[in-house]
């Protein structure tokens, strides 16, 4: 499984930027996926995860402006970034749960300006 991430790019503060991330390669099926964020001299941390059911998880930070959705026919994942800030500019990973591995994509730069 190979996941491709693209979307990123440059932002101001207030706009909008969407990520997609699709899932390739033969027999398999995903389980849950989302997306990850890691800023210069920081963790990894969680953005927004999405189930097999469409069921939806979200960072406090990003509540309110950041969509996650998934297109299981295309073996895709979404995240809609909407009143972008500074703080959110990081590389961008999506992940995919198959058969209980974890599959990441190669990661998106995102970067906000104020």
């Known amino acids: 499984v190979q996941l491709q991430a693209s979307g990123g790019g440059l932002a101001q503060a207030g706009g909008s930027l969407r990520l997609s991330c699709i899932a390739s390669?033969?027999?398999?099926?995903?389980?849950?996926m989302g997306w990850y964020r890691q800023a210069p001299g920081k963790q990894r941390e969680l953005v927004a995860a999405?189930?097999?059911?469409?069921?939806?998880n979200y960072a406090d930070s990003v509540k309110g402006r950041f969509t996650i959705s998934r297109d299981n026919a295309k073996n895709t994942v979404y995240l809609q970034m909407n009143n972008l800030k500074p703080e959110d500019t990081a590389v961008y990973y999506c992940?995919?749960?198959?058969?209980?591995?974890?599959?990441w994509g190669q990661g998106t730069l995102v970067t906000v300006s104020s």
């Open positions: 390669g033969s027999g398999f099926r995903i389980n849950n």
């Open positions: 999405i189930t097999t059911g469409s069921s939806t």
């Open positions: 992940r995919a749960v198959v058969g209980g591995n974890d599959y």
